[in-house]
């Protein structure tokens, strides 16, 4: 059985900060399950642009409301309930227009401190940054 709390990551080296994001990393490649599950914060009025050329993301909205700019400019209403999935790499725009709290499942599954490039990707898990 694997157990891990949001109280128990915070502080530690499993809260990876962005600029515009702070990320809880509740299970990591090291786990060993196949997938890595964040529960992460959004700052209000952030726009993060993201292509996740080495992962697929899900993120199930939790808290907070905003709005998803995808590929083709078609605009998608972001509140709690809500998942959404950039299928085929696809380049997208988070607005966060209040703060915003969404869990966020990666396969790969993220190695632990990944921060985004400059195309808004996270790097391959081999050229993950260590610890
Ligand atoms: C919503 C989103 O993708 N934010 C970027 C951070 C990433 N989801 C993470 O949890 O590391």
Same mark, same amino acid.
């Given at each position: 059985m694997i157990i891990h709390s949001l109280a128990e990551v915070t +502080?530690? =080296? @499993? =809260?990876v900060r962005g600029p515009l994001w702070t990320s809880r @990393? &509740?299970? &990591?490649? +090291?786990? +060993?399950?196949g997938f890595s599950l964040n529960d992460t914060v959004v700052h209000a009025g952030a726009e993060l642009e993201m292509q996740y050329l080495n992962h697929v993301e899900a993120v199930y909205v939790v808290e907070g409301r905003g709005e998803l700019v995808d590929e083709t400019g078609q605009t998608h209403p972001l509140e709690p309930g809500v998942l959404y999935l950039a299928d085929a790499h696809q380049r997208h725009t988070l607005h966060a227009h209040t703060e915003f709290r969404a869990l966020c499942v990666f396969d790969p599954p993220l190695t632990g401190r990944e921060v985004h490039d400059e195309r808004g990707a996270f790097p391959p898990p081999g050229q993950a940054p260590a610890r």
């Amino acid at each position: 059985m694997i157990i891990h709390s949001l109280a128990e990551v915070t +502080g530690t =080296e @499993r =809260e990876v900060r962005g600029p515009l994001w702070t990320s809880r @990393r &509740l299970l &990591l490649a +090291g786990d +060993g399950v196949g997938f890595s599950l964040n529960d992460t914060v959004v700052h209000a009025g952030a726009e993060l642009e993201m292509q996740y050329l080495n992962h697929v993301e899900a993120v199930y909205v939790v808290e907070g409301r905003g709005e998803l700019v995808d590929e083709t400019g078609q605009t998608h209403p972001l509140e709690p309930g809500v998942l959404y999935l950039a299928d085929a790499h696809q380049r997208h725009t988070l607005h966060a227009h209040t703060e915003f709290r969404a869990l966020c499942v990666f396969d790969p599954p993220l190695t632990g401190r990944e921060v985004h490039d400059e195309r808004g990707a996270f790097p391959p898990p081999g050229q993950a940054p260590a610890r």
